[in-house]
């Protein structure tokens, strides 16, 4: 889902999966919970196993600063909202205080499902991005993680790198050639494929170059990520391409899969004239900065990335491209070729000096430490409450109540006592969204269908009694009120907001107004009639007292850039 590759082709979701993903973050919450103690104020969860364990923690330890990374792309609002759970998960990560994301891409597709599938509203709250949910506020953070720099520098240049730099380099026979390295996970989303038939293409379309190239493709199998097939399309290209333009002296393409070692990746990095990667979609793939280190200040460090990748934004000397555009991808390829010349003649140009040092200050500087620091501040900075909040609500239902200023929480004993003691008691209720709801499974029978029975029962029972003045208020219209509440008699009603009412125990309706000028509707019906036909999925709704334009299953995109 995340990488917008279907799962074996399936169009069904595996429910009982479902079913153990939601047993398996619960053990984490009560391992955490276990385990929590005065002093411990903040938790970090990692990626996507334990999407809901941050408002599975909010429940038990709501004073607690939950930070969220997730190491995965999010999908966009049109692939996420296919799947099943999908409101659960978004709830779930929305029990954290800051959720992290490797690009701002994945912040702003998390922010689109937010606001299509739970109609939340994003802002910017002091320079940051946020989202409000059950009255807490939620900030979004954009930060990628590094690799420990030191590691790599540390080993560039030792003996068994040397050593395999020289045997790779003599097995290969890559002398006065331009290599093309990479090293990849056996995944689809890596786009090998991709990258061998735009290698086929350069050498279709220059031949004058072929005997000047060399592909050198390491391939690391990872069990859990390797789809049937995948690995036999490969060395199919690769046996292809091989037989069809090797020569006595060249083969094109380099092939292996298997474990590759630390020092041999290094070694290959050292190798590499040009660092190809293509993938399809791709979270934050660290191989280029491993490479910028690798290759040090002696190596230009020149890249081919997919514009999937995640880094490939921050650096330079790199060349996105679109790889599934294999014609410009060999076009580049052939550009590179000829810098690879230039170097070969001592004419690497200044400015390609300037951008690999400013490459490797930047991998350096943006360290996974500094990154887990950096992410550890911001998180140690968010408020959350510093004492108890009170909770509605059952199961994955449950809501905070949030304070504000003037705001009393209200015990039920309290109210009970209160209740006991007084002579007159006036009760009033709103309609839609507390004696009736109107969530997002519940809008038809919100609209269509009278108040459950216990609603009735209890509303009859409590106005029976002559101590009580029972009201209730709403925005619809009088006859819907009549028709909802025509059993109860003691009843008061307010229609479209008191702009009509009925008091308790008559069946006569009062304006509020002695007479309304109703001269306005007719200009404003064509105005408001005009939004409606140009917005998908908004109704206009007209009242004795007002029109109504309902918007709220309108595609909020096209809402706001017709309206803003």
């Known amino acids: 889902m995340v990488n917008y590759i279907p799962d074996g082709g399936e169009s069904t979701y595996d429910e009982a999966l479902w079913h153990v993903y939601m047993i398996v973050n619960r053990k984490f919450k009560e391992a955490i919970v276990g385990r929590f103690h005065e002093g411990v104020d ?10 809901l364990l941050p408002s599975m923690l909010r429940r038990d330890l709501d004073r607690c600063r939950i930070g969220f990374f997730l190491h995965t ?14 409101v659960q998960l978004l709830e779930g990560m929305l029990g954290s205080s800051i959720l992290g994301f490797h690009l701002f891409d994945y912040a702003r597709h998390f ?47 030792n003996e068994e790198v040397n050593r395999l730099c020289k045997a790779m ?16 996970d056996l995944d689809i989303i890596k786009g090998i494929t991709l990258k061998l038939l735009a290698f086929e293409e350069f050498l279709r379309a220059y031949p004058v170059l072929r005997s000047k190239v060399k592909l050198v493709q390491f391939v690391v199998p990872r069990p859990s990520a390797v789809k049937k097939g995948i690995r036999e399309e490969i060395e199919s290209h690769v046996n292809r391409i091989n037989e069809k333009y090797s020569t006595p002296e060249n083969k094109p393409v380099e092939y292996r899969a298997g474990a590759v070692s630390f020092n041999e990746r290094i070694a290959l990095y050292r190798l590499t004239d040009v660092l190809t990667l293509t993938p399809i979609r791709d979270g934050l793939n660290l191989v280029p900065y491993e490479y910028i280190l690798s290759s040090g200040k002696t190596q230009p460090g020149r890249m081919i990335l997919s514009e999937c990748t995640g880094c490939s934004r921050a650096l330079s000397l790199t060349v996105r491209v679109n790889p599934f555009d294999k014609r410009t991808v060999a076009d580049v390829m052939k550009l590179f070729v000829t810098a690879c010349e230039a170097d070969k003649e001592s004419q ?23 990154w887990a620091e950096s992410f550890l501040r911001d998180v140690e900075k968010v408020y959350e409450p510093s004492r108890p909040v009170p909770k509605i609500g059952l199961g994955r239902m449950i809501q905070p109540l949030f304070e504000f200023e003037g705001f009393d929480h209200l015990e039920i004993d309290t109210i009970y006592s209160a209740y006991k003691e007084s002579q ?28 459950s029975e216990r609603v009735l029962m209890t509303l009859s029972k409590l106005s029976s009694n002559p101590k009580d003045v029972v009201c209730i208020l709403s925005g619809r219209s009088r006859s819907t009120m009549e028709e909802k509440f025509s059993s109860l008699k003691e009843v008061g009603l307010a229609a479209e907001h008191g702009f009509y009412y009925r008091l308790p ?9 002695a007479s309304a000028d109703s001269s306005w509707k007719e200009p404003a019906r064509e105005i408001m009639g005009a939004y409606t036909e140009r917005t998908d999925g908004s ?19 096209g809402f706001q850039f017709r309206i803003g």
């Open 73 to 86: 792309p999010w999908p966009s609002s049109e692939m996420y909202r296919n799947l099943p759970w999908r």
């Open 348 to 370: 690497t140009q200044t400015d390609d000096k300037l951008r690999q040092k400013a490459n490797i200050s930047y991998v350096t500087e943006h360290s996974t430490r500094d």
């Open 169 to 184: 380099a003599q097995q290969y026979q890559v002398m006065d050639k331009c290599v093309f390295g990479a090293i990849d």
């Open 424 to 451: 007159r008691r006036l009760f009033l209720m709103d309609y839609d969204g507390t004696l009736e709801a109107t969530g997002s499974n519940e809008q038809v029978k919100a609209w269509s269908s009278p108040p």
């Open 111 to 157: 922010l689109s499902a937010c606001v299509r599938l739970l109609d939340l509203e994003q802002k910017l709250t002091r320079g940051a991005l946020t989202v409000e949910h059950h009255g807490r506020i939620i900030t979004l953070r954009v930060s990628h993680i590094g690799i420990h720099p030191e590691r790599f520098q540390r080993n560039r240049e």
């Open 539 to 557: 109704f206009l709704e007209e009242k004795e007292s007002a029109l109504v334009w309902h918007y709220k299953k309108a595609d909020p995109g």
């Open 505 to 513: 125990g008559s069946t006569e309706w009062h304006l509020q107004m």
């Open 42 to 51: 903040s938790i970090w969860i990692h990626d996507y196993h334990l999407m």
